[in-house]
């Protein structure tokens, strides 16, 4: 199994629709989660960290559930500017790093 | 916000050939810098982390004779890929972290080598 795991998608959405997505973390150890973002050929973007308590900026919030290790990411009104591939990512200490494969976002006209 | 750049942005070599890449961090002291590589359609996967004034620590599975990391200063870290053969051919990305940790990670825009 792969230690954080999500649905690679595409979503394809219309504009405005609300979309979410999971992501799963196998080890119960892990620390800190975080949401980035890539576009294509592009480095990722740190999009939001990813809290217990839940935060939430503009249209995103993300949610963080450590008794079932997951967490998610909600877009609401989607904008054409949202398409990108949303990377989870968990870390367990300062240098264990891992990235989810991410899951691709489409949003329609 | 902090800056982190990379040359070259892309690179095609022929099979055999040493590849560098350069990392720095442009108005920051970065004491460690860390070393992705993402295959088409597949997630960022560390390589290593370079340690200015030490050695750099590998993943396993990565192969610290072929992939060479000299952190140079404070502000340069290079990685090197040895004798490359076309399954090295990747997307390399390196990046530096903040005084907040990986919370505060500064990615370089990567580099895309091709190799013939």
């Known amino acids: 199994r792969k230690e954080v795991e999500q649905d690679p998608g595409p979503f394809n959405v219309p504009e405005g629709a609300t979309v979410a997505f999971n992501c799963t973390y196998s080890?119960?150890?892990?620390?800190?989660f975080f949401w980035y973002r890539q576009d294509c050929r592009k480095e990722p973007k740190l999009l939001m960290s990813?809290?217990?308590s839940g935060n939430e900026d503009g249209r995103f919030t993300a949610q963080l559930n450590r008794a079932s290790q997951y967490i998610s990411l909600l877009i609401r009104d989607s904008k054409l500017s949202d398409s990108a591939t949303y990377l989870c990512?968990?870390?367990?200490?300062?240098?264990?790093?891992?990235f989810g494969t991410g899951t691709k976002l489409q949003v329609i006209p | 916000g902090a800056v982190v750049s990379q040359h070259p942005s892309w690179v095609i070599c022929k099979s055999g050939t040493s590849v560098k890449i350069e990392c720095r961090s442009l108005?920051?002291?970065?004491?460690?810098m860390f070393w992705y590589r993402q295959f088409p359609k597949q997630s960022l996967m560390l390589m290593a982390t370079?340690?200015?004034?030490?050695?750099?620590?590998?993943e396993q599975g990565v192969e610290k004779d072929k992939f060479l990391i000299n952190h140079a200063s404070l502000t340069l870290s290079t990685l090197t890929v040895t004798s490359a053969h076309p399954e090295d051919s990747s997307f390399y990305i390196c990046?530096?972290?903040?005084?907040?940790?990986?919370?505060?990670?500064?990615f370089g825009p990567g580099t895309r080598l091709t190799v013939l």
């Open positions: 108005d920051f002291q970065a004491t460690t």
């Open positions: 370079s340690n200015e004034g030490s050695k750099a620590t590998y």
């Open positions: 990813v809290y217990s």
């Open positions: 990512v968990v870390t367990r200490g300062y240098q264990k790093v891992t």
């Open positions: 080890n119960s150890a892990s620390q800190s």
């Open positions: 990046s530096a972290p903040g005084l907040a940790g990986f919370n505060e990670q500064f």
